[in-house]
Nanobody, 121 residues
Framework: QVQLVESGGGLVKPGGSLRLSCAASGSIFSINAMAWYRQAPGKQRELVARIRSGGDTNYADFVKGRFTISRDNAKNTVYLQMNSLKPEDTAVYYC???????????????WGQGTQVTVSS
């Protein structure tokens, strides 16, 4: 069984930084893309940043220049370094992975349980 476990959320003041981590574990054959999404109260879940197995990245316009996504393929882990945080970044952040489990011929999509990020003075 595959699991995504996030960590690193919390309360931070405007202008501060946080680093989120997400580790994929279980019977994994390969991981294609990993990503971070977020969902604020009353809003739809939205893509924050994505990184593919080859290292290609893409970011939502609202985080460009402030957030950096990276991954450690050996550890099946993705990170999100968040700098210059704003109150509007407050949301639950979810990890996402598109991966192939062992003994499967197709990829499946998995989600983490979410970690709260609150930016407030």
């Amino acid at each position: 069984q595959v699991q995504l476990v996030e960590s690193g959320g919390g309360l931070v003041k405007p202008g501060g930084s946080l680093r989120l981590s997400c580790a994929a574990s279980g019977s994994i054959f390969s991981i294609n893309a990993m990503a971070w999404y977020r969902q604020a109260p009353g809003k739809q879940r939205e893509l924050v940043a994505r990184i593919r197995s080859g290292g290609d990245t893409n970011y939502a316009d609202f985080v460009k220049g402030r957030f950096t996504i990276s991954r450690d393929n050996a550890k099946n882990t993705v990170y999100l370094q968040m700098n210059s945080l704003k109150p509007e970044d407050t949301a639950v952040y979810y990890c996402y992975a598109d991966l192939r489990p062992i003994s499967s011929r197709v990829n499946y999509q998995y989600w983490g349980q979410g970690t709260q990020v609150t930016v407030s003075s």
